[in-house]
């Protein structure tokens, strides 16, 4: 699918002209054009997913979620909430397709076994050596040569990738509950698990390097890609592969009670 050209995008002006009209109006039409012109969303998110999927035709299936969701997203939307179309796309559109991942159940469980034994050789090391242990001392310490790791690592990159898109999905999607209940549905036992998860992930943020934050940045808040992020930080897309994985990896250990 072709990326969506930079003509076929509107304004936000033009955004809300349209959104306005339909819900007046009630012509598909226009919905199909607001989804159509948005389009980039749900191919966007597919393609930072994509590792989750085994063949093409999950992608393709990524990406019909997506504009599934944005065509929900967009009888939703509430424009008195102050907040961007886009912004407001982009979160609900991952959630669809982590809900579509979450169904089918894409991840092989070998993936899931591997991820839990590598971490827990990283923890344990790192608590030994009092530093991040290097790839070939993990390698050791789980009686594996590292070319087997680096297929281990690979695997387990887009599985803790899925999983920490999950985690910022149930804080959005925990914020979006609590702002469209009555006052009196808002129990205080949401409100502060809600509050609790969100200083959990901030906290666990600010606990990586400078380099690990500029990357989950870039990548979960700031939608940039793999490529774009490597030009920023003027290394190879490789790299900042390794420095996100590593990241996440992270973040998953500190909130495993959240993800569990």
């Known amino acids: 699918m072709n990326d969506l050209s930079e003509k076929e995008k509107i304004t936000d002006e033009e955004f809300t002209a349209l959104f306005n009209e339909y819900k007046s109006t009630g012509n598909i039409a226009l919905r199909n ?22 063949t093409t035709a999950q992608i393709e299936d990524m990406i019909n979620q997506g504009i599934i969701t944005l ?64 790839q070939a001392e993990i390698a050791e310490k789980m009686g594996i040569d590292e070319s087997k790791l680096s297929r281990y690592n690979a695997e387990i990159s887009n599985a803790v990738v899925y999983s920490f898109e999950e985690l910022i999905q149930n804080v959005s999607q925990m914020g979006d509950v609590l702002e469209n209940s009555t006052k009196d549905d808002i129990t205080p036992e949401r409100k502060l698990l809600k509050d609790e998860l ?63």
């Open 198 to 260: 969100r200083k959990a992930l901030a906290e666990a943020i600010e606990e990586l390097s400078e380099r690990e934050r500029l990357v989950i940045t870039l990548y979960y808040f700031e939608n940039l890609n793999l490529a774009d992020i490597a030009k920023v930080m003027e290394v190879s897309v490789q790299r900042v592969s390794q420095i996100n994985s590593r990241a996440v990896g992270k973040l998953r250990d500190r909130l495993n009670d959240y993800l569990d």
């Open 33 to 54: 054009k607001i989804v159509m012109a948005y389009s980039y969303i749900a191919q966007v998110s597919a393609f930072q997913l994509r590792g989750i999927a085994a």
């Open 71 to 134: 065509i929900d997203c967009v009888e939703r939307f509430d424009v008195s909430k102050g907040i961007k179309f886009e912004s407001y796309a982009y979160m609900r559109v991952r959630g669809g397709i982590i809900d579509l991942v979450r169904k089918q159940d894409w991840i092989p469980r070998r993936v899931r076994v591997n991820a839990k034994a590598v971490n827990n050789a990283r923890t344990e090391l790192a608590n030994s050596l009092g530093r991040e242990p290097t």
